[in-house]
C-alpha cells in the first residue's frame, strides 16, 4: 500500500521560505517520478514541479520557476521541496504525488498529469 506523507508546511512572510518533505512508503521509492502539485482555495490543482526516478531531469511550473527546487533521495525515501522568496499566491495546499507506472517522466508539456498517488497534502499560508 503507497503511502505518501507531507511535512514542512506552515504559515511564512513573503519573501521567507519553507522546505516541504514527502516521506514515502509501500513500493520501491526509486523507481518513481514524482511531483508535487498544489491547490489554493477555489482554485482547481496545479502542477508545480515534478523529478524523474533518478533526479536526472526536473520540471518547474513557470510560476515557480527560480524560486522552488524539487530533490529527492532515494535511500531515504523522501521528497523535497525547497520553496524561496515565497508570495501571497503561492498560498496552497500542497501535495506530493508519485506516478503509479516505473520510470516515466512527468513533463507538464505533454499533458495533464498520469495516474498518480497523493498524499493527504500540507497546508503553505503566505502572508503578505
Known amino acids: 500500500q503507497v503511502q505518501l506523507v507531507e511535512s514542512g508546511g506552515g504559515l511564512v512572510q513573503a519573501g521567507g521560505s519553507l522546505r516541504l518533505s514527502c516521506a514515502a512508503s509501500g513500493r520501491t521509492f526509486r523507481m518513481y517520478a514524482m511531483a508535487w502539485v498544489r491547490q489554493a482555495p477555489g482554485k482547481e490543482r496545479e502542477f508545480v514541479a515534478s523529478?524523474?526516478?533518478?533526479?536526472?531531469?526536473?520540471y518547474y511550473a513557470d510560476s515557480v520557476r527560480g524560486r522552488f527546487t524539487i530533490s529527492r533521495d532515494n535511500a531515504a525515501n523522501t521528497l523535497y521541496l525547497q520553496m524561496n522568496s515565497l508570495k501571497p499566491e503561492d498560498t496552497a495546499v500542497y501535495y506530493c504525488?508519485?506516478?503509479?507506472?516505473?520510470?516515466?517522466?512527468?513533463?507538464?508539456?505533454?499533458?495533464?498529469?498520469?495516474?498518480?498517488?497523493w498524499g493527504q497534502g500540507t497546508q503553505v499560508t503566505v502572508s503578505s
Open positions: 504525488t508519485q506516478a503509479k507506472n516505473t520510470y516515466i517522466i512527468i513533463d507538464p508539456r505533454a499533458g495533464p498529469l498520469p495516474g498518480m498517488y
Open positions: 523529478i524523474t526516478w533518478n533526479s536526472g531531469n526536473t
